[in-house]
C-alpha cells in the first residue's frame, strides 16, 4: 500500500471509492517496503493506476498484516499475501476493510508509481 493501500495495494495498496482517496500516490523505490492503513470506518475501494519509466515488468508484493483486504479480486486475510507483476500504465483494483494494515514491497529493480482514486 505514504498510507495505502490507505492500500497499494495497496498497496497500497489510497485505493478506495471515497473523495478521501483522490489522487493518493503512492511511491515504492526499488526493494522499498511500506505500511498503510485504513483508519477509516468504512471500507476502502480504489483502482490504482501503475506508473513506471519504462515497460519493464515489476513485481510487487502485497501482505496483510492486520484484518482482510484485496487484490484484483482476490481475497486475503491476516498473514496472507499475493505478489503483483505490473508495467507501465496497468490498473490494479484494491480494498481494504476498517482497520486493515498492509504492508507493500517493491520487489523489482525500478522505481514503482501508483496513483490511486
Do not use: H
Not at 473523495?19 to 500516490?25: D, M, N, T
Not at 526499488?30 to 492503513?37: A, D, G, V, W, Y
Request: net charge positive; proline share 3%.
Amino acid at each position: 500500500m505514504v498510507k495505502f493501500f490507505q492500500i497499494l495495494i495497496i498497496t497500497s495498496f489510497g485505493f478506495f471509492a471515497t473523495q478521501a482517496f483522490a489522487g493518493k500516490v503512492i511511491k515504492l523505490s526499488p526493494k522499498e517496503s511500506k505500511q498503510l492503513t485504513n483508519n477509516y470506518l468504512w471500507t476502502l475501494n480504489a483502482t490504482c493506476s501503475i506508473q513506471t519509466k519504462n515497460d519493464n515488468k515489476n513485481k510487487i508484493r502485497v501482505s496483510i498484516l492486520k484484518n482482510k483486504g484485496s487484490v484484483n479480486g482476490k481475497n486475503l486475510t491476516t498473514g496472507q499475501g499475493t505478489s503483483v507483476t505490473v508495467k507501465a500504465n496497468d490498473s490494479i483494483s484494491v480494498s481494504a476493510e476498517p482497520g486493515t494494515k498492509v504492508n507493500l514491497i517493491n520487489l523489482g529493480d525500478e522505481p514503482v508509481q501508483a496513483i490511486c482514486a
